[in-house]
């Protein structure tokens, strides 16, 4: 199974920074990255996929990018509804794999 | 609208059969989409299960295929997990979703159920 390697496990920000979430690989996945939010009790929600194309309806402060192993998502202007949980997902292989999860929190 | 919702019983006893069902409204399972499961063990991340396609092709995580069943029931347009000889590992918040194929694989999950939680206990 491919592993999937998010940094960090968690962090802080203020509302209107700017975040980057890392998302590592242990083997290449090409472009089949994506990255969902979560928030508590809800299903998670496709943010990006083949790892820069923006999810319709989902606002441009996020932005994903990256190829083969290494992989970011960054979060512009950071909005009250933004401070949730994020994971990434392969699906170059299957199992596909998630990470293992970035809770950002409010500062 | 595109709506997916699980059902089935919040609670299973050790070594008997989880058995879940996703309803699907507003669209055809027997569309191009790969239907499939993903569970979310309390304090751990998510893990994909399986899925299948209108054709009744299947893909299914290796770590769990010797127990589990994903089909498809198109009459009533829903989809369905099993898990058999169930343990408290078992235990997991379980999604149904729709997973977008490119290059006839399944790929990203672009809509998902509000979830389910099985505990597994006696």
């Known amino acids: 199974d491919i592993q999937m390697t998010q940094s960090p496990s968690s962090r802080s920000a203020f509302v209107g920074d700017s975040v980057t979430i890392t998302c590592r690989a242990s083997q290449s996945v090409s472009i089949y990255l994506s990255w969902y939010q979560q928030k508590e009790g809800q299903a998670p929600k496709l943010l990006t996929y083949?790892?820069?194309t923006l999810q319709s309806g989902v606002s441009s402060r996020f932005r994903g990018s990256g190829y083969g192993t290494e992989f970011t998502l960054t979060i512009n202007n950071l909005q009250p509804e933004d401070f949730a949980t994020y994971y990434c997902?392969?699906?170059?292989?299957?199992?596909?794999?998630f990470g293992q999860g970035t809770k950002l929190e409010i500062k | 609208q595109v709506q997916l919702q699980e059902s089935g019983p919040g609670l299973v006893k050790p070594s008997e059969t989880l058995s879940l069902n996703c309803d699907v409204s507003g669209h055809s399972i027997s569309s191009n989409f790969f239907w499939g499961w993903i569970r979310h063990p309390p304090g751990k991340g998510l893990e994909w299960i399986g899925c299948v396609i209108h054709s009744g092709k299947t893909y299914y995580n290796p770590s769990l295929r010797s127990r589990v069943t994903i089909s498809l029931d198109t009459s009533n347009n829903e989809f369905s997990l099993k898990v058999t000889s169930v343990t408290a590992a078992d235990t997991a918040v379980y999604f149904c979703?729709?997973?977008?194929?490119?290059?006839?694989?399944?790929?990203?999950?672009?809509?998902w159920g509000r979830g389910t939680l099985v505990s597994v206990s006696s």
């Open positions: 979703a729709r997973q977008v194929i490119v290059g006839e694989l399944p790929r990203h999950f672009d809509l």
């Open positions: 997902q392969q699906s170059y292989s299957i199992p596909n794999t």
């Open positions: 083949s790892a820069s």
